[in-house]
């Protein structure tokens, strides 16, 4: 395939052999982008079963364990993938650059360095506070609960793995008063000498690194369009944007993504699992993807220009599912005719990676996706791993979860994650 073959979107027909390969290095910025939102959709779709059942204070503890037994994960291997070598403030902040927890412009992270042990970043604009300032009517201990409880030890995880001694320090933050102006929050991050070390984590940490997901390794392809930074050796770029990346770097930070929010997702059905009770996770967990399905799938067709809702478009969406991250999981979805298809799993990293419990412990979970495209299509099981898709004309649709309208709140629907700079300006403090 040449550079002029590739494709700004997924808008022509389905191809049972389409690869990631194929988009242009702007339409690949922009599904990395859709990528690490989902990690948005995940704590929405998620946190309200915790809350229910556990009650609210439960959620600190359950987010505290999926944040801090991925997070540091995946941040290793986000360093690795683009050789952001060093232990200083600049190569802390390139790292939440790579963070599925910091979604580009939904959390719009400024950054600036100061020197090697001092670095600064600050939000003007927060859509996760946004959102629950909306839901809760601006509850303050709600956004305590997050902006403070939640916050200051996941953060001190993720420093940690560039630097043990690393430290989040508040400037300001939440909660603010209902009508404000300026930035949600401003943050030193800050090597302290007299800290002894990282904070004290999480068991879901040390479970999750024994998984086949948090040691999977990516292969790096040919890039099939010049241009872009290859890795992220040089200094700190403050306006940094996917776009900078080189095609090869893109289409292995999109699989990259899906599978950082694969940890996330791991670490918090772990959490669950230990924390509260394997029942509460058996019924959570299929409700789960079942949620997120279509925001994710409205978004991801807008995205990618993928209209309709036969099965042909079905199959279009499967093919992108970040749940089922390309390579680690290995699929393959057929198209018979325009109401019948099929999609099957093969041997590989993901199926059977039971170190703990996970999304693809509920492997059918692709059939909300499917019902989000066409409410009245149907998966059949006709193998250990395999499954018969109909779209049936008489069936009554399926409804929406009763969490999915929810999980679009505060503007997340139809948030722009289409391609732009970070605006450089140095902030006071």
């Avoid at 057929?334 to 099929?342: N, R």
């Amino acid at each position: 395939m040449t550079h002029a073959e590739l494709a700004e979107d997924y808008a022509g027909p389905f191809d049972p052999n389409w690869s990631l390969e194929r988009l242009t290095r702007k339409a690949l910025a922009r599904l990395c982008r859709e990528y690490m939102v989902v990690s948005m959709y995940h704590d929405r779709a998620l946190m309200p079963h915790v809350a229910l059942a556990v009650g609210q204070d439960a959620t600190i503890k359950q987010a505290d364990s999926e944040w801090m037994g991925s997070s540091p994960i995946y941040t290793e291997r986000n360093k690795k993938n683009l050789n952001i070598s060093g232990d200083g403030a600049s190569e802390a902040l390139k790292s939440f650059q790579f963070d599925v927890g910091a979604p580009h412009h939904f959390l719009d992270f400024h950054f600036q360095e100061v020197d090697h042990d001092l670095g600064v970043f600050w939000l003007p604009f927060c859509g996760a506070h946004h959102y629950l300032r909306e839901l809760t009517a601006n509850d303050e201990q709600l956004v305590t609960n997050m902006c403070h409880h939640m916050e200051d030890r996941t953060f001190d995880a993720t420093l940690a793995a560039t630097n043990p001694k690393l430290r989040a320090i508040p400037v300001h933050r939440p909660p603010k008063p209902d009508e404000f102006t300026g930035d949600h929050c401003r943050w030193e991050i800050r090597i302290v000498d007299e800290e002894p070390g990282p904070r004290p984590g999480e068991p879901s940490e040390a479970v999750v690194r024994q998984s086949a997901a948090a040691n999977f390794e990516f292969d790096l392809g040919e890039s099939l369009e010049p241009g872009g930074m290859d890795d992220y050796s040089g200094p700190l770029r403050p306006d940094f944007r996917l776009e900078d990346l080189s095609h090869a770097v893109l289409v292995r930070q999109a699989k990259e993504f899906a599978l950082d929010v694969h940890l996330l997702m791991r670490a918090a059905y772990f959490s669950i699992d230990e924390n509260f009770s394997p029942e509460l996770l058996d019924d959570a967990a299929p409700q789960h993807r079942a949620a997120m399905a279509p925001v994710m799938v409205e978004r991801l067709c807008e995205a990618m220009g993928i209209t309709g809702d036969g099965m042909e478009t079905i199959a279009k969406v499967l093919q992108l599912d970040p749940i089922l991250v390309d390579d680690y999981v290995r699929y393959s979805v057929t198209v018979h005719d325009d109401a019948t298809g099929s999609i099957e799993f093969h041997d590989c990293a993901g199926v059977g990676d039971d170190v703990c419990r996970s999304p693809l412990d509920w492997l059918d979970g692709f059939e909300h996706m499917a019902q989000a495209v066409n409410p009245r299509c149907r998966a059949t099981q006709t193998g250990e791993r395999s499954w018969d898709l109909h779209i049936d004309s008489d069936a009554e649709p399926v409804e929406p979860h009763w969490l999915a309208d929810g999980i679009g709140g505060g503007g997340l629907r139809t948030f722009d994650l289409s391609e732009r700079r970070v605006e450089l300006t140095v902030k006071p403090s």
